[in-house]
């Protein structure tokens, strides 16, 4: 494809970079700094877009794919060429690169990779110094100085952040978000377009979920509804041996999709393995500059590999010392908290009484739970991680420990010390109503009225500067800035809203597995429930918030182990449960319907780690893709290093000549 030809695409403003409104519009000289910054984008060749607002003054930013390409060839950034490697983009070798679902040449990540290198890297002055004002304040713009990060310093340039595509949005927003006819099916890959890779593996894993649950939530309600007699106590162990199966079952088929998924999106990245890893990568380096590396060749020290060491271990000692500390710290401080309110609400009889209980212990809980957040926060930043995404995952583990330990401990305590089902099943229903409704009311309606509180401090300072008058509308992409961020309950420098989302999906997978012999219809609720989260969660990132920053992790990362355990957890809580059933008398005597509860959990657990192997995670298709690719790739590099063993030797003659 001709590079010509690329540039005659239609450019999409992307970027909106927010700086304050001049007082008086009319009265704009060479001196202004909206002035000299718009100028300069220009310069650069992005399309820049003013738009007044009533607060604000707001650019924005859209850069043609040619511009774009250049700014990735300056990035050396690594793209999926047609024979299954990633190499360097170069802008005049387009064609060798593979184009996104959609046809576009970058990614969302990738688009804005390049435009931060363009506004932040780019754009500097090659003149002497030149000052310019942004209303009372005077600015100076030294030599080889970015400008976007001078008027950030200054507060000058409030926040930089990424536009909603109005055309793309709306496409998405009637054939995913307002498409309630198809249960479960989504557009992944136009999702996978807009907002990126780990939001589309969100909702696919929500999308397969849902649609698995459909068989629990059936079988449950008949388990529910139709009294079997005496088969009762056969019927809930073959349920809950079916559960089991279910659950093993369907996170093996889903590491396969994920699988399907990166090859169709053409990312090298096996699910449940490190951010790091990559099933081919080879360092293209090593034969573009042979000479440097032969040079080099034997220059490696035993101190090298000591540091390498050093650091590997102590990483692992801090994340463990760290782990222990959380471990630690909920047994003493939040195990004791938690019991204490399963205690009073199984002793109080009033249900007034129980009801202020319920009050005060979720207002304390969320309190301790920051608190616990914070903490876990502080210590993740002393590990030694490797990237940000393994300090992430640590970040995961460390704050459900908490999570877990407040949404079951007290049905532990039902369950097993007082041995009430029925009050156990009071509490399950409570708790899903609360969860599952009430938290999907206050995730959709709190960004809704922040906007609007938003919006009317906005139309006040309008009417205020127009004295009494408010003139036009809000501009669009002044709503847009209004609008709330897709952000973290807690350390949003380290995840975003799918924390909360992924949260809520491992909470309502527990209480349903684990306590699924109790109340067995927990599986219909949670099915329409996320029916509806899939709609509702769609709206929220269309139109209530603004457009996330894509993250470029392809898989589920920590919450696979995590659901993995609330497997495992959930055959040993639901085996005390049919003791319970069991032993109506409550001695635990060990009669032969016990010791076949016990032969079960030890059959279940083989099942779990045995179906685990029985299903391959990686289809045979994408296996055999993956090698043909790895083949073809590892001809050409041969044939590379051959010229650079050939051009190697030639090296050596020419210094021994010098020698």
Not at 252 to 261: C, E, G, P, V, Y
Not at 347 to 364: A, P
Request: glycine share 6%; net charge neutral; charged share 25%.
């Amino acid at each position: 494809m001709d590079v010509a030809a690329i540039s005659e695409e239609e450019t999409v403003l992307e970027i909106g970079v927010v700086l304050p409104k001049r007082k008086n519009n009319t009265d704009i000289d060479n001196g202004d700094c909206i002035e000299v910054l718009t100028g300069e984008f220009q310069n650069m060749g992005l399309i820049v877009e003013r738009v007044v607002g009533f607060q604000s003054e707001i650019l924005k930013l859209g850069a043609p794919t040619k511009i774009l390409g250049k700014a990735a060839t300056e990035l050396q950034l690594k793209k999926r060429t047609h024979i299954g490697m990633d190499l360097q983009f170069h802008m005049d070798e387009i064609d060798a690169f593979i184009r996104q679902p959609d046809g576009s040449l970058f990614s969302w990540h990738e688009r804005l990779r390049c435009y931060q290198h363009i506004l932040y890297d780019t754009v500097k002055v090659n003149k002497p110094a030149m000052k310019f004002k942004c209303g009372d304040k005077e600015v100076c713009w030294e030599m080889g100085e970015s400008i976007l990060r001078k008027l950030e310093t200054e507060g000058i340039v409030k926040e930089i952040f990424p536009l909603h595509d109005d055309v793309m949005r709306k496409q998405l927003v009637k054939s995913w978000a307002l498409n309630w006819w198809d249960f479960t099916e989504q557009p992944i890959d136009e999702i996978c377009s807009y907002f990126g890779m780990k939001i589309a593996i969100y909702f696919a894993f929500l999308g397969m979920y849902t649609r698995w649950l459909f068989f629990p939530a059936a079988f449950g309600l008949i388990v529910h509804l139709i009294d079997f007699g005496w088969l009762q106590f056969f019927v809930l162990p073959a349920f809950f041996v079916c559960l089991v199966t279910w659950a093993v079952l369907f996170f093996q088929f889903w590491k396969r999709k994920n699988s399907a998924l990166l090859a169709r999106w053409q990312v090298d990245q096996t699910p449940g393995a490190g951010r790091d890893y990559k099933a081919f990568e080879l360092e293209w380096s090593l034969f573009q500059f042979p000479s440097d590396h032969i040079k080099k060749y034997g220059s490696e020290k035993i101190t090298e590999k000591e540091a390498f060491q050093r650091d590997e271990w102590f990483g692992r000692f801090m994340r463990y010392r760290n782990d222990f500390v959380v471990i630690l710290s909920i047994i003493c401080l939040q195990l004791p908290f938690e019991l204490a309110y399963a205690h009073f609400y199984a002793v109080i009889e009033s249900d007034l009484l129980k009801f202020g209980l319920t009050v005060v212990y979720l207002l304390s809980i969320q309190y301790l739970t920051r608190i616990g957040g914070k903490i876990a926060v502080k210590l993740v930043n002393r590990e030694a991680s490797k990237n940000v995404e393994y300090r992430a995952d640590s970040l995961v583990y460390k704050v459900f420990g908490l999570y877990f330990m407040q949404s079951y401990v007290g049905l532990f305590y039902h369950a097993v010390l007082h041995r009430n089902l029925m009050t156990l099943r009071r509490v399950l229903i409570q708790r899903l109503i609360f969860s599952e409704v009430v938290e999907n009311l206050l995730e959709n309606s709190i960004p809704y009225f922040k906007y609007k509180l938003k919006k009317f401090r906005a139309v006040r300072f309008k009417r205020k500067c127009d004295r009494g008058t408010v003139t036009g509308k809000l501009p669009r992409v002044e709503k847009e800035f209004l609008k709330p961020t897709y952000s973290a309950s807690i350390c949003e420098e380290l995840e975003d809203g799918l924390f909360d989302d992924f949260l809520e999906l491992a909470l309502q997978f527990g209480m349903i597995m684990m306590f699924a012999c109790a109340f067995p219809l927990a599986f219909t609720f949670a099915a329409l429930n996320n029916i509806t989260e899939i709609r509702t969660d769609a709206l929220k990132l269309l139109v209530m918030l603004r457009r996330p920053v894509p993250r470029h992790d392809a898989t589920i990362g920590a919450w696979l182990n995590i659901f993995q355990f609330l497997i495992v957890m959930s055959i040993c809580t639901n085996c005390i449960l049919l003791v319970c059933l069991y032993d109506r008398e409550g001695e635990w005597n060990i009669s032969p319907g016990l010791v076949a509860i016990l032969v079960m959990e030890h059959a279940l657990l083989l099942i779990k780690f045995g179906f685990s192997h029985f299903v391959p995670e990686e289809p045979t298709w994408v296996r055999a893709n993956r090698m043909k690719n790895t083949t073809q790739a590892h001809d050409m590099c041969s044939r590379e290093l051959l010229r650079s063993i050939s051009g190697g030797k030639k090296m050596f003659k020419e210094i021994e000549k010098e020698e």
